[in-house]
């Protein structure tokens, strides 16, 4: 086999920049800290139904309300304990992007699709923690801000790439201002939290 063949990127696969690659660690990393955090407590929590995770600082920032209550577990076991997976394969395909890795279409699909599912359920943890529950979580929002920033990159990334087929103008879009829209999604969250306890967070 010759050096050219060698250095040619296999057909049918595509790549990524390293600051993209980085930003893929970056994100699965802090997921990966909150679920981890928040998975220890929870394990103190159920030794010992006394014990106040330190993240409970009034009776809004109240961790231990939101790991005690039902949405903590809604697919039977605790939920950071799907974050400690899906996190950790995060980081690995960024890992692997700054090793060079190239994958298929049908993998940056799933890593979409997996990452679609991500903010879906973070928006709906934030809804129940806001109306329903009546506490706030900040390891969870830290898990809720990578996941947001993970997806709307992701989809950039497929979108400029042709793996998600987009007109030229939207393409451009993404090309140029992705940041906006995770600004945009994690402003509003923000302010959700603001007005939901307006008269806690200025009395």
């Known amino acids: 086999m010759t050096k050219a063949a060698v250095d040619d990127p296999a057909p049918g696969t ?13 994100t699965g990393a802090a997921g990966l800290l909150a679920a981890w955090v928040i998975t220890i407590d929870k ?8 014990f106040t995770p330190g993240c409970s600082l009034n009776p809004v920032v109240s961790c231990g309300n939101i790991m005690k209550s039902d ?8 939920n950071p304990m ?13 890992v692997g992007l700054l090793a060079g890795a190239r994958y298929r ?23 129940q923690s806001l109306y329903e529950i009546n506490a706030l979580c900040l390891w969870c929002c830290l898990a809720w801000v990578g996941t947001i920033v993970m997806f709307w990159y992701v989809t950039s990334h497929n979108v400029r790439h042709g793996v998600i087929p987009a007109p030229a103008g939207l393409r451009t879009f993404f090309g140029e201002f992705t940041w906006v829209l995770p600004v945009l999604h994690v402003g509003i969250i923000g302010m ?6 307006w008269d806690f967070w200025t009395g």
């Open 14 to 26: 595509i790549g990524a920049s390293r600051a993209f690659a980085w930003l893929l660690v970056i």
């Open 71 to 78: 949405q903590a577990s809604v697919f039977g076991f605790p």
């Open 43 to 50: 394990f103190k929590l159920l030794e010992d139904p006394g």
């Open 82 to 94: 799907l974050g400690l997976v899906a996190y950790g394969m995060v980081i690995a395909i960024g």
């Open 105 to 127: 279409r049908w993998y940056w699909l799933g890593l979409n699709a997996g990452t679609l599912f991500g903010v879906v359920f973070c928006a709906w943890l934030t809804y």
């Open 192 to 197: 959700l939290i603001l007005t939901r306890w």
